[in-house]
């Protein structure tokens, strides 16, 4: 299989994008805690169970995941691998890409970011009940 510079940045922006926005569920506290975690990277919910939990909850998040059946299948994979890899991978994602923690930063910080923090950390609540 060949991979085309298009096609390895879409690939990476899909991952990034899968990983910052569990990455913006790391509390934002006085004291830096070292490493990644919090909300769907550490959760113990299934995929079938968040993908049920994003289509009751967050329907215009299921819409544009559904609408990109690639980012959902690294989803799938992501939320497979047990907790302690999916911190890891996070990790190593935002080691290779050291402008992102900054991007996550300001996105936290901002009003639009809190809301979709409250919602993911939402769904991360709640899909046991799926």
Not at 54 to 60: N, S, V
Not at 77 to 105: C, G, M, S, Y
Request: charged letters at 25%.
């Amino acid at each position: 299989m060949t991979f085309t510079r298009t096609g390895i940045m879409r690939t990476a922006v899909a991952l990034g994008g899968l990983l910052a926005a569990g990455a913006l569920l790391v509390p934002a506290t006085a004291s830096a805690q070292p490493g990644v975690g919090g909300g769907l990277i550490d959760t113990t919910c299934t995929f079938a169970q968040v993908d049920a939990a994003i289509h009751a909850e967050a329907p215009k998040l299921a819409e544009r995941l559904d609408s990109h059946p690639d980012r959902k299948a690294k989803l799938q994979e992501f939320l497979a691998l047990p907790v302690d890899q999916r911190k890891q991978r996070a990790q190593q994602w935002l080691d290779n890409h050291p402008d992102a923690q900054t991007k996550i930063e300001e996105k936290r910080n901002s009003p639009e970011g809190q809301q979709k923090i409250d919602k993911l950390r939402e769904l991360a609540n709640s899909c046991h009940n799926y």
